[in-house]
């Protein structure tokens, strides 16, 4: 069973910084592309990041580009997004997700808050 | 960077049919965006109902179906149950980037 465990939220200051851990098990981590996706507290998705199986090709939505690095350690089973100069709009629940034949699987998310 | 726009409620009543719409702002959608659509209930993770604009997963009930209409990509509910009701997300691939329309709150009443 794929399960997918995110770690590192917190509250930050604005301008400060976080590094968001996701831990996976039950598939071929090394295998497939991640990504993460956050969702502020009762609005929509909204896509973040996503990173290529090898963590040589990566993309990223523009409200986050120069700020958010998505990387991945496979000998870890494990993602991460490191996240700096952080801003208030960036307050959300982040979630973390592998797709594997079209499906996307999900982890329960890590909480976010920016604010002083 | 695109944005991807959906209907921000629609209300059906039991039975009923409903389209659920998804487009944007590059122009026409088509096939290439390989839409897929997202369910999301209160306090739970998205679901996977439809991907690559018509495809359904073994779990996607048979009364969903994807289509491309008019542009737009397009989600019909035929038959609406109440548990049908949730927030339904588009999603749409640009090149490199991925993008979220910002979701249709169902209600069936």
């Known amino acids: 069973e794929v399960q997918l465990v995110e770690s590192g939220g917190g509250l930050v200051q604005p301008g400060g910084s976080l590094r968001l851990s996701c831990a996976a098990s039950?598939?071929?981590?090394?295998?497939?592309?991640m990504h993460w996706v956050r969702q502020a507290p009762g609005k929509g998705l909204v896509w973040v990041s996503r990173?290529?199986?090898?963590?040589?090709?990566?993309y990223y939505a523009d409200s986050v580009k120069g700020r958010f690095t998505i990387s991945r350690d496979n000998a870890k089973n494990t993602l991460y997004l490191q996240m700096n100069s952080l801003r208030a709009e960036d307050t959300a629940v982040y979630y973390c997700?592998?797709?594997?034949?079209?499906?996307?699987?999900w982890g329960q998310g890590t909480l976010v808050t920016v604010s002083s | 960077q695109a944005v991807v726009t959906q209907e921000p409620s629609l209300t059906v009543s039991p039975g009923g049919t409903v389209t659920l719409t998804c487009g944007s702002s590059?122009?026409?959608?088509?096939?290439?965006?390989?839409p897929y659509w997202f369910q999301q209930k209160p306090g739970q993770a998205p679901r996977t109902l439809i991907y690559?604009?018509?495809n359904k997963h073994s779990w996607t009930p048979a009364r969903f179906s994807g289509s491309l209409l008019g542009g737009k990509a397009a989600l019909t509910l035929s038959g609406a149950q109440p548990e049908d009701e949730a927030e339904y997300y588009c999603?749409?691939?640009?090149?490199?980037?991925?993008?979220f329309g910002g979701g249709t709150k169902l209600t069936v009443l």
């Open positions: 997700a592998s797709v594997s034949l079209h499906n996307w699987n």
């Open positions: 039950g598939f071929t981590f090394s295998s497939y592309w």
């Open positions: 990173i290529n199986s090898d963590g040589s090709s990566t």
């Open positions: 590059t122009g026409a959608v088509t096939s290439g965006h390989y």
């Open positions: 690559d604009t018509s």
């Open positions: 999603f749409l691939s640009y090149s490199g980037a991925r993008v």
